[in-house]
């Protein structure tokens, strides 16, 4: 029992970061003011690699938080972490672009 809990939890720990990463946009986000001329401009950089350490305590309390990019008027890398759930069931949603009214945004990771 407790293999297969351990099992559980790695194979988790390490699909958990890829899963997180994808989002869907109906349509194509705005680029974020200020970056011009880049090949790419509005989209992040590549995922950076984050190493998943032991969680500090049971799964069901404690979520790992992916790393990922956070526009700050230019591109930041907040790395991964475990993270204490607000309340049982919460489910982090990580940051991304949205609309308020008119304009597009960057909204913060938040939980749900």
């Not at 526009?71 to 204490?84: D, L, Q, S």
Request: charged letters at 10%.
């Amino acid at each position: 029992m407790k293999k297969s809990f351990v099992l559980k939890s790695l194979l988790l720990a390490a699909v958990l970061p890829v899963v997180a990463g994808c989002v869907v946009y109906r349509d194509r986000p705005a680029p974020p003011p200020g970056e011009v001329g880049t090949a790419n401009p509005g989209q992040p950089p590549p995922l950076q690699a984050d190493v998943i350490v032991a969680a500090p305590g049971p799964l069901n309390l404690w979520l790992w938080v992916p790393g990922c990019w956070e526009w700050r008027g230019h591109w930041v890398w907040h790395g991964g972490h475990w993270a204490a759930r607000p309340h049982p069931g919460a489910v982090w949603v990580g940051p991304h672009w949205g609309w308020h009214r008119h304009h597009r945004v960057w909204i913060g990771g938040t939980w749900r």
